[in-house]
């Protein structure tokens, strides 16, 4: 297996642009995160589907993201628009009911 | 979800076991400790999971005391490249899949 495939690896966007990262899960996995990761702040969860269903987005910072589970195999956030403040590294990450997540090479976003 | 407390960093020598004890008084009866280490500029790596008592594999162990307050991850014989951040996270029950990161112990070692 390819692992939790993550595109792409580096993003250099403009302000108020809208950014819309990728993530393929491991085949069979039933569990989706995306994590958010800043020096000041650490690994932030955002969001998590189970089933492909969204349960938890309480960690979503505001309407400018909003992330998608359409199938199994493919997950997106979109930020829209855009703005420095979201410079991070957006990791995806998957698993089987919760067991032990194996975590993509994460997307490095830059807003300038 | 619980919250974990860990040490910020450790140092230690090549050759040398590293142990990192994280603290969960608030650990709830189905709540799993899981532990996962992350390389700069890479995803955290799952390195081993336990509920009670002692876990080992090819990488680490898990010690488990019997209240389950606390949990310690032992690295044997730490290499240059064991070098990274080590979190404790816990959480995972039922059917809750969320895991919440702390901040994380940065294990330096050195030659």
């Known amino acids: 297996d390819a692992g939790v495939i993550q595109s792409p690896r580096h993003e250099v966007t403009e302000m108020g642009q809208e950014v819309t990262l990728r993530c393929k899960p491991i085949s069979g996995h039933n569990s989706l995160f995306w994590y958010r990761q800043t020096m000041m702040r650490g690994l932030e969860l955002l969001i998590y589907f189970n089933n492909n269903v969204p349960i938890d987005?309480?960690?979503?910072?505001?309407?400018?993201?909003?992330?998608?589970?359409?199938?199994?195999?493919?997950?997106?956030?979109?930020?829209?628009?855009?703005?420095?403040?979201?410079?991070?590294?957006?990791?995806?990450?998957?698993?089987?009911s919760g067991v032990g997540y194996t975590f993509g090479s994460g997307t490095r976003l830059t807003v300038v | 979800l619980a919250k974990t407390t860990q040490p910020i960093s450790m140092d230690s020598y090549e050759g040398q076991e590293v142990n990192i004890t994280c603290s969960h008084n608030n650990i709830a009866t189905n709540d799993?400790?899981?532990?996962?280490?992350?390389?700069?500029?890479?995803?955290?790596?799952?390195?081993?999971?336990?509920?009670?008592?002692?876990?080992?594999?090819?990488?680490a162990s898990l010690f488990i005391p019997a209240d389950r307050k606390s949990s310690t991850l032992s690295l044997p014989r730490v290499s240059l490249s064991d070098t990274a951040v080590y979190y404790c996270l816990v959480g995972g029950s039922s059917n809750d899949y969320k895991l919440s990161f702390g901040a994380g112990t940065t294990v330096t070692v050195r030659a």
């Not at chain 1, 987005?57 to 930020?79: H, Q, Y």
């Not at chain 2, 899981?34 to 336990?50: A, K, V």
Request: proline share 9%; glycine share 4%; aromatic share 14%.
């Open chain 1, 57 to 96: 987005d309480s960690g979503m910072p505001e309407d400018r993201f909003s992330a998608k589970m359409p199938n199994a195999s493919f997950s997106t956030l979109k930020i829209q628009p855009s703005e420095p403040r979201d410079s991070a590294v957006y990791f995806c990450a998957s698993s089987l």
């Open chain 2, 32 to 59: 799993y400790i899981t532990w996962y280490q992350q390389f700069p500029s890479q995803g955290p790596r799952f390195i081993i999971q336990g509920y009670k008592t002692k876990v080992t594999n090819e990488v």
